[in-house]
Structure formats: C-alpha cells, structure tokens
C-alpha cells in the first residue's frame, strides 16, 4: 500500500493544509479518509444532504494533487454506452465507405461465398478495434497514465443495474468490453462516488468503498469558510449571517440552503456594503438564500426569532 502517485496525500494535517490553501476546509475526518483512500486504493463513497461539499471535495483533491479530474454526472437510464464506452459509428460507416473500392482486390479470384466470406475474415475486426472506440468517463479514468480523479456525481440517481456495471470498475479497476477484451487502468484513479441520500445504495456497493458522511457543517466551521472565500466581510457579520443560516436550516423547508448558499449571501451583503443584520436587508436579500417562495414566506414569518439567532453567542 503507498501512495507513491498522490504524494500530497501522505499525511493528514498536510492533507488539510493542502485543501485549504486551494480553498476548501475539511475537518481531521474528512482528511483522513482522503488519506485512506489513496494507501489502499479504494473509492469513497460521500453522502449528505445537497450543499455540504461532496462534489466539491472531489474537485479540490484533483487540485491538490494536480491531476486530471474525470467526471460523470448521473442520472436515471445511464447506461455504458453514456458511461464506459460506445463505438463511433460515424467513423466506421465512413471507413466503409472509402474501402468499398478496394473490396474489389480482396476478393478478386475468389470462388463462392464461402471463400470470400473467409477472406474478409482474414481480416479480422478492424472496425471494432481502438481506433473506433469512443471512451466515455469511466474508461477515461483509468487511460490516464499517471492516474487521476473520478467523480461519479449523485450516484443514488442512477439505476440499480448501473450500480452493477460499476462494481467491476471499483472492484478491480478494469472494464470488459467484448470485442476487445479486459482492459486495466493504468495507473489507478482516486474515485469519489456522492450521493444526497435519495434512495438506498446496494451493500455491494457500499463494501466496495470507504464511507464518509458529510454533514452540514457547525458554526464554527462554516464561518471558517466563508471567511476563506469572503475575507473582506466583517468577523462579526461574517458570524451574525452563519448563525442566522443556521437557525433558518432548523426551519420545514423544501431546500435548507448549501453552503454556496451561504457563501453567496455573505457575497451579496460585501456588494450592497452591509454593516450590520437587520430585518429590512434580510427580507431583500432572503432570494439569495433560499430558492422557493414557500420557504422565503417561511423564513419571513419567523423572521423575529431568526434574527434573535443571528445576535446569540
């Protein structure tokens, strides 16, 4: 076991440090298995409610280790030809085309169809050998020659039987493809798989991979990063607006809002120089925070309470 590809990821406090100066903070968890996932090569499976930094943690480990990032957004129906590999049927109709002329040679002299037949087959394959193969991000993943990252995104909304066509990949980090053969990685990717929890994943599956549940995160975390990616705003309304987002995520919402969510609030109140939190800026602001009327008609009728929140210590 070594991580002798991924060197940033030999050590865990290096590992945070790494992440934060490329302006993600991660807890001592979230970077031990980062770490654990590189030593015994295996995938990590992230999941948490929308908004908590899954996808983005995959995107700042490929930062970190300057890799190429592979990603492979699902969705219900995605197959392998979407996934792993489909054959680019242009080009071959193309090829056909062009080597009409030259059937004529080949089967000059010949007697019979069986003959011919066995003349083409001398032949073999062409048309379903490498240069007619259109990899897709799977198989992308493991032809990088000195590794990478592979970010399948929102797994749970993917289908059952995709789940069975990604066991041999997570397994054995190989693909089979008919007419080619079993094909290996290369080097072997580092895989991030999310998920938001809408549905149970398969126990083969899960066995398959490391598990880490992101969470949304304290107070004291969240102000921490939104302080990295808003520095100009105040420490006092830097906390003032995480307390208030926390007290509004306690609330029956349709969507408590993410992270971004926040951070792009702060962004919003630097812009319209806000000194401080009052009732009239949250209500012209509330859009940025929350995405549906319902929750924003919420977050108002209980607007008193919320900004009691925001001052508390």
């Known amino acids: 076991m070594s991580t002798d590809h991924y060197p940033a990821l030999h050590q865990v406090e290096a590992i945070q440090n790494a992440f934060e100066a490329a302006g993600y903070i991660c807890t001592t968890r979230i970077a031990t298995v980062v770490r654990l996932a590189a030593a015994l090569e295996k995938p990590v499976l992230i999941e948490g409610p929308p908004g908590v930094g899954k996808t983005e943690l995959a995107k700042t480990c490929a930062t970190v280790v300057n890799r190429p990032l592979v990603r492979l957004q699902c969705y219900e129906g ?137 969470p949304f995160p304290t107070v004291e975390l969240e102000a921490k990063i939104v302080a990295s990616r808003v520095p100009e705003l105040a420490q006092s309304m830097t906390k003032k607006l995480v307390q208030f987002v926390h007290a509004v995520r306690s609330l029956d919402l349709k969507k408590a809002p993410a992270i971004s969510e926040t951070v792009d609030w702060a962004k919003s109140l630097l812009l319209l120089h806000a000194k401080d939190l009052d009732s009239a800026l949250v209500q012209d602001t509330l859009n940025v925070l929350l995405k549906y009327e319902d929750d924003i008609q919420t977050a108002q009728g209980q607007l008193s309470k919320l900004m009691v929140a925001a001052v508390e210590s």
């Open 78 to 214: 995605l197959d392998e030809s979407k996934a792993l590999y489909e054959w680019k049927y242009g080009k071959q109709l193309l090829y056909t085309q062009l080597l009409k002329e030259q059937l004529g040679d080949v089967l000059d002299g010949a007697k019979g169809l069986d003959e011919s037949m066995a003349r083409l087959h001398e032949f073999g394959d062409v048309f379903y050998s490498e240069a007619f193969l259109e990899s897709r991000p799977l198989l992308k993943a493991m032809e990088a020659d000195q590794g990478g990252v592979l970010l399948i995104d929102e797994i749970d909304k993917a289908d059952f039987e995709f789940e069975s066509l990604l066991l041999e990949v997570l397994s054995d980090y190989q693909v089979s493809i008919p007419e080619l053969g079993t094909i290996q990685a290369r080097s072997k990717p580092l895989v991030f798989l999310t998920s938001n929890d809408t549905r149970d994943l398969s126990d083969a599956l899960k066995r398959r991979c490391l598990h880490l549940h992101i």
